[in-house]
């Protein structure tokens, strides 16, 4: 089963980073990656069951959410090559928030696996996640700016 795994520290407290992620419809805080993010169906952000288009190429289903552990784990139901459902199956994603609290920062990580002999999707899927946390930080670096 290939997995990725992604980690960064956000210089913001743990409730204004997950109050700026955790709608699962807005990926308005990654810019660089994300230019469209479009509901699909009905349900809220918030609700397991909603589901995203994301680029008009990334379909994801949510199936676990949770605002006390600041966590979400979705799956990824049809995507771009190398990720399409032709070239892997059972993928899942998985957004996890802790707080740094010695300094009132927030730690994020980000992963997923799946099943399929397909190698290239390692790569494709790290550079994805290392982009979107990029994103996020960048986001909270920006508002302590003057």
Not at 83 to 110: A, K, M, Q
Request: net charge negative.
């Amino acid at each position: 089963m290939p997995k990725v795994y992604n980690s960064i520290v956000v210089d913001a407290p743990i409730e204004q980073v997950w109050s700026r992620i955790r709608n699962f419809h807005d990926f308005s805080w990654a810019p660089s990656l994300i230019k469209s993010c479009k509901k699909v169906g009905g349900g809220g952000g918030y609700s397991v069951g909603a589901r995203r288009l994301l680029n008009g190429e990334f379909l994801d289903t949510l199936i676990a959410y949770s605002e006390v552990e600041h966590r979400m784990m979705y799956s990824m139901d049809e995507g771009p090559s190398p990720v399409s459902s032709g070239e892997i199956h059972d993928y899942v994603g998985h957004l996890h928030l802790l707080p740094v609290t010695t300094h009132g920062r927030t730690f994020v990580e980000w992963s997923g696996s799946w099943e399929s002999a397909n190698t290239e999707a390692v790569e494709y899927m790290n550079k994805v996640y290392r982009s979107l946390l990029a994103d996020l930080a960048a986001e909270f670096r920006e508002r302590l700016q003057p």
